[in-house]
């Protein structure tokens, strides 16, 4: 008995479509020259193309390790500073002194670790210190003394 699977179907003739016709003349060399230096023009354009957008995802790529190991030495550094905080609160109990200065370092290096491990700070977190901002190069010496020498100046007339 002949197989199902591999029964051989009816042949249907293809649909014969003329095609547009074509050119007569062959294409003359200096045509085939230019289609030649415009192709290798856009082959410049795509690869420069490709290029910078791989160096783009290159840059980008480091920017992404280079804030990944900021964050992992921050992390470092904030546990770091809880580990010492809480050996300070383990030495204040020891002595027999007030603990409130300890917990208060260890309540900011904890509260510091928990918003870098998970990017917020709790809700019982202290408030951030304000930092002062650092004294401007505008007040030169030299003009802090202007003011003293036209005093003297006006005490000598």
């Given at each position: 008995m002949p197989s199902r699977r591999n029964r051989p179907k009816p042949h249907q003739p293809a649909d014969v479509t003329p095609s547009a016709?074509?050119?007569?003349a062959p294409a003359s060399p200096a045509n085939a020259a230019e289609r030649f230096a415009a192709a290798l023009k856009e082959s410049k354009v795509i690869d420069?193309?490709?290029r910078r957008k791989d160096d783009a995802a290159r840059a980008e790529k480091a920017r992404v390790?280079?804030?990944a190991a900021e964050q992992a030495n921050?992390?470092?550094a904030a546990k770091r500073d809880l580990e010492r905080a809480i050996e300070a609160v383990?030495?204040?109990?020891r002595r027999g002194v007030s603990?409130?200065?300890?917990?208060?370092?260890?309540?900011?290096?904890?509260a510091k670790v928990i918003e870098l491990e998970t990017g917020a700070a709790p809700t019982w977190a202290p408030p951030a210190p304000e930092v002062a901002p650092p004294p401007s190069d505008d007040a030169a010496p030299s003009d802090v003394d202007?003011?003293?020498?036209a005093?003297?100046?006006?005490?000598g007339e």
């Open positions: 016709p074509r050119s007569a420069r193309e490709r390790a280079a804030a921050a992390l470092k383990r030495d204040a109990k603990t409130v200065d300890a917990d208060r370092l260890w309540k900011a290096a904890k202007e003011p003293a020498a005093d003297a100046e006006d005490a």
